[in-house]
């Protein structure tokens, strides 16, 4: 039967906390009354929880499918793969680590029923470092005046999704994007609602400072220009105020003569545009490098096996794959 909820659900080395997580992931979705099922994505992870999946699917093999990937492909490539998987009309997204309460779950199914079809989260009270909170606020705001992507929480991987949604992201071949965002672009009806948030069941976060400032730049050079039109209008202001500065200068160098007066004030100058140059190069650098690995052409991620019943009842692992 084809299920009306499906859960899907990224696993990297969480070997510590996935008991926690299936004690209370599985009683909250029986407790919703409706045909469900739950994808987990093993993404290459180097400790034992692609044995502790595979056992899981053993014990509910009924509402458990378990895809294994033959390496690490990060969070939103587990996710996609995820979403090619799942067969639910409404799709949720959750983060194994129990930060994101399952029993909130029913919360969300409840809206999408009210006619939306893209329900994002935001948590009530933020149970991580002081740094990470601020430094997601203030990349919330960048990300909404440069995108005019509105996401209140954009780190937050509860949420809920369409199936109409989920059809148009399984038709997308880009190599680097940001979920939430690239369903948010194709939703007819998104809302948000406000959900609990706690401490991480075990273990510690996937996420480091250089993994949140790349996941950023995916999003702002994966949905806008405005970067490089920013950069291309300092540019030309700055190209105006050297040409100004010259002008200056030589006309103090026919009144005044030769000067060596504020020398190390042009140095600072010259090594400021040449800092803001640099910087341009680099930002170039992520839309080419961008351009670069989506014309080569290379699977996204590749699937090494997918533990799933049959219809008849008998556990099946399906062929390995490459997803382009």
């Known amino acids: 039967m084809k299920p009306e909820l499906s859960v899907v659900i990224p696993v990297y080395n969480e070997e510590a906390g996935l008991a926690k997580l299936f004690a209370r992931l599985y009683p909250a979705l029986d407790a919703l009354g409706l045909a469900y099922e739950i994808v987990f994505i093993n993404d290459g992870s180097r400790d034992r929880s692609a044995a502790i999946l ?23 490539m587990a996710i996609l793969a995820g979403f090619e998987a799942t067969r639910g009309e409404i799709v949720v997204t959750l983060d194994a680590d129990l930060q994101n ?17 893209y329900v994002g989260s935001i948590r009530r009270e933020r149970q991580d470092s002081a740094w990470r909170t ?35 992201i399984n038709q997308c071949s880009e190599v680097n994007t940001f979920i939430p965002a690239l369903a948010y672009t194709f939703s007819r009806n998104p809302t948000e609602i406000v959900v609990e948030h706690e401490e991480r069941a075990a273990g510690e976060s996937k996420y480091s400072f250089y993994s949140l400032i790349r996941l950023n730049f995916d999003l702002v050079t994966g949905f806008s220009l405005v970067p490089l039109q920013f950069f291309s209008m300092l540019g030309i202001g700055l190209s105006f105020l050297s040409a100004a500065l010259f002008i200056l200068l030589l006309i103090r160098r026919f009144i005044l003569g030769a000067e ?32 670069y690995q989506q014309v080569r052409g290379r699977p996204r991620y590749v699937v090494q096996t997918v533990l799933q019943q049959t219809a008849d009842q008998k556990i099946q692992p399906a062929r390995s794959s490459a997803r382009i």
């Open 134 to 168: 601020h430094a997601s606020r203030m990349m919330n705001r960048l990300r909404e005046r440069i995108t005019h992507i509105k996401m209140t929480d954009q780190g937050n991987m509860l949420r809920a999704y369409g199936r109409n949604v989920i059809d148009l």
């Open 101 to 117: 309460p399952p029993e909130e779950i029913g919360n969300l199914i409840a809206k999408v029923r009210e006619g939306y079809d």
């Open 260 to 291: 060596v007066e504020g020398v190390f004030t042009l140095f600072a100058i010259t090594f400021f545009l040449m800092g803001v140059i640099l910087f341009g190069i680099g930002l170039v650098g992520e839309y080419v490098g961008r351009i």
């Open 54 to 76: 595979a056992d899981q699917f053993r014990d509910r093999p009924d509402v458990t499918r378990v895809v294994l990937f033959n390496g690490n492909y990060g969070q939103h």
